[in-house]
Structure formats: structure tokens, C-alpha cells
């Protein structure tokens, strides 16, 4: 009697934690389902919401009263106001073109001709979007400011100490944002004719 | 052995699966359509302390001791005006001497509804009038009472409250005491019913 007892209390111990294991994973597939792809697709888009050309990401409907779900709650949780992208295109790059994360530590050089765009500027700010404090005072550089070199293309260093020609400080802010502006003449669907061969490089020099 | 086990645990509980997917589906809407909602610190909570209410503030020139929103552009000077067309309509004057200027109205949302950019080598001014969302009669338009209206070219927007942004080049020191004067001479006034 006592071990049909028992038996019958281990039964109905282990259909309970049967039960509580099956809630359990129900319960993950719908938050990590359901919070867990809202948070990506907000945070880092998808091929629906962005254009990726090689390191640069832009966000395809940024501030455009027709745009869609995620990119609205993208720009209102990063706390900033883009220009439409029917007129500016605003690219970010958060690595360099190997794929590494771009670091205050380390040294790049981005390289390229933006000859067809009417204007460009490429700032560097920490991965909160925060400019870099400096003594040189400079977080920026236009197609108006930036040093040429031949041929019309520019080359911007990316350093912690002063370097010779354009120079952007880093600084010990860490993680890095590059974020390029263009201006163009744009047709509403000229948005995928501009491809990543046409975009600057972001090459990593050396490392601390 | 194992995947036998696992192919008949999820035969077994197929329906349970499935309706955890729909429910994750239905968060996974949720989640995003509130997100702008809910994230505390949207671009116009955070102005509305800065930019006065119909009225333009020249913001000084963006640095990092300066900066109200995350990536705002270094290069660029920016005045600001916050209205709201719950009391009557706002007429909105602005002028954009070239190129790189540009007017800006946002919701509150941060939905970029209305844009006009300056153009190459010549003066662009702009008149525009907000006026409020509800179907509402504001009143004869100085034409329909024989008078001469004060603004050309005036354009009618039906809008609640937001933000206007005017966005100017920085050109360096020798141009920003021009550029600065542009930017003070934009107007958002309130037209109480």
C-alpha cells in the first residue's frame, strides 16, 4: 500500500513537471519569438527596412511619413530627428570592412570619391551618437572641408593622436559610429542603383 | 531513439506550438507598433524643454557639451520651433538663401511630413500655414474679404503639434554671423481662433 502510494506521488510529480517544462518552453518561444524579433528588427533592421552597402547602413525610409513600423520605432528609441531619406541619405557604419567593430584603439583610414553626390559629410561619434570631445575641436569633414588628394578622391584617418591630413579624433570613446551623409539628386527609385563598390572604404590601420 | 522522442512530443503538441507562434506573432506587432509609444526618450519629449513654444530658437553650434539629440550633425546650425494648432491655425515664414538649407516639419512621432530644400544660387522663401486637424471653420481668408493677402505662394497643412526644424550649413566663422541672422529671422506665429 505505501509503495503504490509512493509510486502513484511520483507519477503525479513528474506529469507536473512535464507540464511546467512545456509551459516553460511556450512561454520562451513567445517572448523570445515575439519581444526577441520585434527588438532585432527594430534595433538592426532587416533587408525589408535597410540597405546594407559593404559596411554602411542606411535606413531605406528613415522619416518618411509612409514608413513602416520598425523604422519609425528605430529612429523615436535612438532619439534623433533624420532628415527624410527622399532627400538625404544618412549611412552608418559601426564596423570596419573586414567586419570588426570599429574601436577608438584603433587606427582606420576611410577612402573614396563621392563625385556625382551634391554634397557629403562624414562625422565620428561613440556608439550612442554622442560627438568625441577634442582639443582640435573637429568632428567632421564636408566636401567643402575635406583635404583632396589626386584623381578628386579623399582619404580620412581615423585616430586617437593627430595625424597628417584629415584627421578625425577618437579619443578613448570606445565603440565608434561613422555616419556619412549624402545629398543627391535622387528619383524616388535611384535608392538601389547606388551600390557598395561606389561607397568609401573603412580599413583598418593597426591596433594598440 | 531521442528524435523519435522529440518528433512525437512536438506530433503531440502541435496545436500548443502553433498557437505560441500566433501569440508570439501578435507581441511581436505589439511590440513594435508600441515601442515609439513607450521609448521615453523620443527626439520631441526631449526638445520640447529646449525649442519654445511658437517661437524659433537659434540653437548654438552643435558640439559635444551641446548636443540635445544623439547624431546630430556637427556641420549643420539648426533653429527650432515647437507648435501646436490645438488654439488656432500657426503661419510658418522661412527663407533658405542655397543649398544645404532645408525646412523640416515633424510629429511628434518623428515622422519628417513636409521638407523644402534650398536651392543652388538663389533665395527660396517660404510661407506656410498649419492649420489644425479637425474640420473646423477658421474664418474668411483675406482675399474672401477683399484684402490683399500678407503671404505668397501659402501653403494650407492639416496638422496637430510637432516640430518645426530649419537645418543651415556651417560654413565656418566668417559666415555664421550671416547664417545666424537667417536662421533668427524665420517665424512660427500662432493665429488664435
Avoid at chain 2, 474672401?144 to 526644424?165: F, H, K, P, Q, Y
Wanted: net charge positive; charged share 15%.
Amino acid at each position: 500500500m505505501f509503495w503504490l502510494s509512493l509510486h502513484k506521488l511520483k507519477r503525479s510529480f513528474l506529469t507536473a513537471s512535464a507540464r511546467v517544462i512545456e509551459a516553460a518552453i511556450v512561454a520562451t518561444i513567445i517572448l523570445a519569438g515575439g519581444l526577441g524579433s520585434s527588438w532585432y528588427m527594430v534595433e538592426a533592421g532587416s533587408r525589408l527596412t535597410t540597405a546594407k552597402l559593404g559596411p554602411w547602413i542606411s535606413w531605406t525610409a528613415a522619416a518618411r511619413p509612409d514608413a513602416d513600423p520598425y523604422t519609425r520605432a528605430h529612429f523615436v528609441k535612438a532619439g534623433t530627428l533624420p532628415v527624410s531619406a527622399q532627400i538625404q541619405r544618412t549611412l552608418v557604419a559601426r564596423t570596419d570592412q573586414n567586419g570588426d567593430r570599429l574601436h577608438s584603439s584603433c587606427e582606420y583610414i576611410v577612402e573614396g570619391a563621392l563625385p556625382k553626390v551634391e554634397w557629403w559629410s562624414l562625422a565620428i561619434f561613440d556608439e550612442r551618437g554622442r560627438l568625441i570631445p577634442n582639443e582640435a575641436d573637429r568632428y567632421t569633414f564636408t566636401g567643402q572641408t575635406v583635404a583632396l588628394a589626386h584623381a578628386g578622391n579623399f582619404a580620412v584617418t581615423l585616430a586617437r593622436e593627430a595625424r597628417p591630413g584629415n584627421w578625425l579624433p577618437t579619443g578613448g570613446a570606445g565603440r565608434l559610429a561613422l555616419v556619412l551623409n549624402i545629398a543627391e539628386n535622387r528619383t524616388p527609385d535611384s535608392t538601389a542603383k547606388i551600390n557598395a563598390a561606389q561607397m568609401p572604404t573603412i580599413r583598418k590601420i593597426k591596433c594598440r | 531513439m531521442q528524435m523519435s522522442t522529440l518528433t512525437g512530443w512536438l506530433s503531440s503538441r502541435a496545436r500548443v506550438l502553433l498557437i505560441a507562434v500566433i501569440l508570439a506573432a501578435i507581441l511581436h506587432i505589439v511590440a513594435t507598433l508600441i515601442a515609439p509609444r513607450i521609448a521615453g526618450g523620443t527626439p520631441f519629449a526631449k526638445l520640447s524643454p529646449v525649442a519654445p513654444l511658437h517661437k524659433f530658437l537659434v540653437l548654438p553650434p552643435v558640439t559635444p557639451q551641446n548636443q540635445p539629440l544623439a547624431f546630430m550633425a556637427p556641420d549643420v546650425r539648426y533653429a527650432m520651433c515647437r507648435y501646436n494648432t490645438a488654439q488656432g491655425p500657426v503661419s510658418v515664414s522661412v527663407r533658405l538663401p542655397g543649398r544645404g538649407w532645408a525646412l523640416a516639419l515633424y510629429t511628434p512621432e518623428g515622422d519628417n511630413f513636409y521638407t523644402a530644400l534650398g536651392q543652388d544660387g538663389q533665395l527660396t522663401d517660404i510661407s506656410l500655414q498649419l492649420t489644425p486637424v479637425a474640420d473646423r471653420f477658421l474664418g474668411l481668408t483675406p482675399e474672401a474679404r477683399g484684402m490683399a493677402s500678407e503671404t505668397t505662394a501659402t501653403l494650407d497643412i492639416a496638422t496637430g503639434s510637432g516640430l518645426i526644424v530649419v537645418r543651415a550649413p556651417d560654413l565656418g566663422l566668417a559666415y555664421r554671423a550671416d547664417t545666424e541672422a537667417t536662421l533668427q529671422r524665420a517665424t512660427c506665429t500662432p493665429h488664435p481662433f
